[in-house]
């Protein structure tokens, strides 16, 4: 399981939601240190014994009765959970030593980006060739800068460490490979700053699809399995 933002008692309600018990769960990743991502995750490791992975930088945020569990990785250097080979990659926010995923079986890549202020060569890179992508799109740039949200937190937010807004997410589609693509779920979209009518013709555009094959993340319904098969 990818961070735990949640209280470890909803979260255990949402796996459930998706027929999965919590004591199926092999390990824990934490991309960063903040609490919308980490805040469940004392109370997963300990009742479940599940290693937790992460960058010795967001390490050193976690609480001292985690520590046991931490495994800490090289945002550079490819590693396995079981059959799982997970190649973790830097990314540009404003975190001790944030990291984002890509998980492979062999044969088929699963990328994920979220949490990230700007796209890297890196990012590129890595995300190339994905045949599956959870991307950020987490504001509208007129939105942000019209809303409710003090100063401080707008430049926040729209900074370099910040997040995607959504035509950083479409710019990112059109750079890189996207000829094995097979699913893609926009995330992290913030729900006074941005909303799925502005987000899907954007990323539609940029991969040349109809619109209903853009598939968005509910903040409380989450999404549905997806599968990602041989063509």
């Known amino acids: 399981m990818i961070d735990c933002g949640f209280s470890a008692r909803e979260a255990e309600k949402r796996l459930q939601m998706l027929g999965v018990d919590p004591h199926q769960l092999s390990a824990l990743l934490v991309t960063h240190e903040h609490a919308d991502h980490m805040a469940g995750i004392r109370v997963m490791a300990r009742k479940y014994r599940l290693p937790v992975y992460t960058t010795p930088g967001t390490a050193g945020c976690l609480p001292e009765d985690v520590a046991p569990h931490i495994k800490t990785f090289n945002c550079h250097e490819t590693f396995s959970i079981k059959d799982l080979e997970v190649e973790p990659f830097p990314v540009p926010h404003d975190a001790r030593e ?4 890509v998980f492979g079986d062999g044969q088929h890549r699963l990328g994920l980006l ?3 202020g700007s796209i890297t060569p890196l990012i590129e890179q890595i ?3 994905c045949h599956g ?3 950020e799109a987490n ?7 019209q809303g409710e949200y003090p100063e401080h937190l707008k430049r926040r937010v729209g900074g370099r460490l910040g997040h995607l807004n959504n035509v950083q997410s479409a710019s990112l589609l059109e750079k890189i490979d996207t000829t094995n693509l097979q699913h893609i779920m926009a995330m992290h979209i913030s729900e006074k700053n941005n909303c799925p009518s502005l987000v899907v013709p954007l990323l539609a555009d940029a991969l040349a699809c109809e619109h209903d094959w853009i598939g968005i993340a509910d903040q409380e319904a989450g999404f549905d399995w997806r599968e990602i098969t041989n063509r």
């Open 114 to 116: 979220t949490d990230v």
């Open 133 to 135: 992508l959870l991307l």
């Open 127 to 129: 995300l190339s060739g």
């Open 98 to 101: 944030p990291s984002q995923f």
């Open 139 to 145: 504001h509208d740039m007129m939105m942000l800068e």
